[in-house]
């Protein structure tokens, strides 16, 4: 049985704006959103009522063919659309949209994506952007079972910082069904990590160089001390261990010099040496996208 | 939550409360070793006895055939694996595609390690086809396991038609009966079955507990090596309560025979009374050749786990083979094997009854469903099989 928080539930049992819209104004336009299909097991219709003046939408409804988390997720979707303006409300991430309900199992994130797709579809539809040549039909197929692109499952690990292929599959599908795309998955990630260390080696050359960091600097924040400890450990104990103990392992705070931190793997991590390298990257990655772009991470 | 509506015996079942009062002695009193030399324990080599006359009795079996293990997936395990160590030159296994994840994922190790696993398709009914089992047949097939009933759709297999092809060609025929155990009266003595699995939690016995028939004169190795109990074909000691507890349970099945056609009436009735009042359902395989106990419906263009967590708010319990319930995102292999529409796969709900069912409870259902699928049909995007953009093509999708 799932782990569904009690929002998640009252969504489902009590929906808001369900159905289609049927009537607008003058100076209104109604668009639709459609993902998924009966094959995949959920689906999304979403329908919007936007106010051409104001460019803001006045009214959000949706129908669902999914589970209860799909449901539920439309339904808060349509709650965090009504008044917002067309520009903020395509920012809107499947993040977002699982918080609002306060949060989602994991094997259950994809439900948040669908709605995010279909947002997107519905406001190019709006804009006039033709659907078919948006970003994530291009790209190449990686899964084949359900369709999904590089494109997109690169995207889902960005906006979600994510570290491991069966966290893509729970959120885009991807590799869920006969599994044969589960390498080129992790080769995607670790492409995704080396990026984002790239980055961030740019990122502090900049600052050592010509502007280094000062208390004063707003982005990225500066910590106290204290507060970069706790911090580092509350992402350590709120991120990163949860998913390290799906595959039975665990890792220790050890030592936190300057912008070095030590961490000990313990339980399956610690015997296995072949992915001790991946492992500590992944760590490295979630604490300097989390807590501060200047730290390391040294297994001890 | 005492008081929930459970249709969902073919996951598990209550205990009955003469089987918890029959083996409660021995988690107390009765602690002994069977395997001791004193009367302290070795007295419970007698109740062990005793239970294995009854298990035995309700297969129409000797008492020698009777081998206690800790559950089906046990038992399957054990009969396959030794019918390839009897026959160490046989390299063929025949089994089919809605098989047991216990028998299947077994078949998928096998293969890795050089045995060749034929998986026999089902038509929509759910039934093989006999042309494909004779031509998939070589005398170098060691094993055929066949379930006697499909846990998901309740479905029976012909198994004795098909024991007879399979000792034309010297193969040993493994059947796992852990669903039709006590559902359907079973006779060893005239059975074609060499290996027969069954398991005591779904015969109102709790889990930890079952039994494998092995024929009097078929080699056996032990899966679990270990000291002489079960003799020399099971080592660990006896779960001495658990064995009272399933002997106590396969008496009560036996008497309780009879009384299965009661469930069946009432199974029928829920079947029927959904099928007449909620448009769009249907029936997911043979209807004539089907535990009385199970059925297994489709209701179109709506998604199982919205159904079962709806079911739930009205204490009301009942499974799904849906993408959504069991995580994996496909729909259940059984149903998929049945070559079912998508429109159907998703929204299936199977209701399995028990002697404990009432007519009340099944009235029950049939007041609250009718809603429960009329309001997630308003929520669903679908509404007719032919809506353009939800076929199989629309499988690629966003955008």
């Not at chain 1, 994510?162 to 044969?180: F, R």
């Not at chain 2, 297969?59 to 800790?70: H, M, Q, R």
């Not at chain 2, 030159?89 to 998928?108: D, G, M, S, Y």
């Amino acid at each position: 049985m799932w782990d569904y928080t009690d929002k998640v539930m009252e969504h489902f049992h009590n929906p808001r704006n369900q159905g289609a819209i049927t009537d607008k104004q003058e100076g209104e336009k109604v668009v639709t959103g459609e993902v998924g299909s009966i094959a995949c097991g959920d689906a999304l219709k979403l329908h919007l009522k936007i106010d051409e003046a104001t460019q803001t939408i006045q009214d959000a409804r949706f129908q669902t063919f999914g589970c209860a988390s799909a449901i539920a997720s439309s339904s808060a979707l349509t709650e965090l659309l009504k008044g917002r303006k067309v520009e903020e409300a395509l920012k809107l991430t499947n993040k977002e949209i699982a918080a609002s309900l306060g949060g989602l199992p994991e094997e259950k994130m994809h439900c948040s994506v669908m709605g995010q797709e279909a947002l997107e579809a519905a406001i190019y539809t709006y804009q006039g952007i033709p659907l078919d040549t948006h970003d994530d039909e291009e790209g190449n197929l990686i899964c084949r079972c359900f369709g999904i692109t590089d494109t997109k499952i690169k995207r889902v690990i960005r906006d979600n910082n994510l570290i491991s292929a069966e966290q893509v599959t729970n959120y885009v599908k991807a590799g869920g069904g006969c599994s044969s795309c589960l390498a080129d998955i992790d080769d995607i990630l670790f492409e995704i990590a080396a990026e984002r260390e790239k980055g961030v080696e740019v990122a502090t050359q900049v600052w050592t160089e010509t502007n280094p960091p000062t208390a004063t600097q707003t982005a990225p924040p500066t910590l106290t001390n204290l507060q970069k400890i706790t911090l580092i450990q509350k992402v350590i104990n709120d991120d990163i261990r949860p998913i390290l103990a799906e595959d039975g392992g665990d890792l220790e705070l050890f030592d936190i010099d300057g912008d070095l931190v030590k961490v000990q793997l313990k339980g399956a991590c610690s015997g296995c040496a072949s992915s001790t390298e991946t492992l500590k990257l992944a760590i490295e990655a979630t604490l300097k996208d989390l807590v501060s772009p200047l730290l390391r991470v040294e297994s001890v | 939550m005492n008081d929930c509506i459970y249709l969902d015996n073919n996951a598990t079942t209550k205990i009955d409360e003469e089987v918890l009062a029959a083996m409660l002695p021995y988690l107390s009193t009765y602690y002994g070793n069977p395997s001791s030399m004193h009367t302290f324990g070795g007295q419970l080599g007698r109740t062990i006895r005793q239970a294995r006359q009854q298990v035995a009795s309700l297969l129409g079996a000797e008492d020698s055939e009777i081998v206690f293990t800790s559950c089906g997936t046990e038992g399957d395990n054990a009969a396959i694996l030794a019918a390839l160590q009897a026959q160490p030159q046989k390299k063929r296994i025949i089994t089919t595609a809605v098989e047991h994840p216990a028998v299947l994922n077994l078949c998928r190790k096998l293969e890795k390690t050089g045995y060749s696993v034929t998986y026999l398709s089902v038509n929509s009914q759910g039934q093989i086809d006999f042309d494909e089992l004779e031509a998939s047949l070589t005398g170098d097939t060691a094993v055929v396991s066949v379930m006697y009933a499909n846990n998901e759709t309740g479905v029976v297999f012909p198994i004795e038609q098909i024991g007879q092809v399979v000792k034309e060609y010297g193969a040993l025929f493994h059947v796992d009966a852990v669903q039709a155990v006590g559902k359907i009266p079973l006779d060893m003595k005239t059975s074609t079955i060499d290996f027969l699995t069954l398991s005591g939690h779904k015969l109102h016995a709790p889990k930890g507990i079952g039994a494998l028939y092995v024929r009097k004169g078929v080699r056996f190795r032990p899966l679990v090596m270990g000291g002489h109990q079960e003799r020399g074909r099971r080592g660990g000691t006896e779960n001495v309560a658990g064995i009272v507890a399933l002997g106590k349970a396969a008496e009560l099945a036996q008497a309780h025979l009879a009384g299965v056609a009661e469930e069946q009436r009432l199974r029928d009735k829920l079947e029927q009374a959904i099928l007449e009042t909620i448009p769009n359902t249907v029936v997911n395989g043979d209807r004539t050749h089907r535990l009385p106990n199970t059925t297994n419906i489709g209701f179109k263009y709506i998604e199982g786990e919205a159904i079962l967590l709806s079911l739930d708010q009205y204490g009301i319990c009942a499974s799904s083979g849906s993408a959504c319930t069991s995580g994996s995102l496909e729909p259940s292999h059984v149903l998929r094997a049945l070559g079912l529409p998508y429109t159907i796969l998703h929204g299936s709900i199977r209701f399995s009854l028990s002697r404990y069912t009432t007519e009340a409870e099944v009235d029950r259902v049939l007041e609250v469903l009718p809603s429960i699928i009329t309001r997630l049909r308003e929520l669903s995007p679908f509404t007719s099989d032919d809506a353009g953009w939800l076929q199989e093509q629309s499988l690629v999708i966003s955008h």
